[in-house]
């Protein structure tokens, strides 16, 4: 009965695997599935690339030196003008390691907050 609805054109040889035959319409569009298919990974991984996203990326950060009067306190305001400098000078301290009191000259690495 099944080979009266799908009759066999030809013999099967045991043990050879079928060969698949495209037509040139159907290279062309495994061809540019193949295409799309690098370009949209393209699109998705560059970008990040690019930024440099990850947990690898090291925090931007300025450089200032410290001038003669100046205190933890008033380099934080300095640089967080309208912020609680609190926190900026544990953010200072923690940075630069530092361990007692400032010296003119010294310098200190400031992370930049992004925007």
Do not use: H, K
């Amino acid at each position: 009965m099944i080979e009266q609805v799908f009759p066999m054109t030809g013999e099967v040889v045991r043990g050879e695997a079928a060969r698949i035959r495209l037509t040139s319409r159907g290279r062309a569009v495994a061809r540019t599935l193949a295409i799309v298919l690098v370009v949209a990974v393209f699109l998705l991984v560059a970008p990040g690339l690019a930024r440099g996203d990850g947990p690898d990326r090291p925090a931007p950060r300025a450089t200032y030196v410290v001038e003669p009067g100046d205190t933890l306190w008033s380099i934080a305001r300095r640089v967080a003008p309208g912020q609680d400098p609190r926190p900026v000078v544990d953010g200072l301290i923690e940075a630069n390691d530092i361990q007692g009191g400032l010296r003119a000259g010294q310098e200190l690495s400031i992370p930049v907050p992004e925007r």
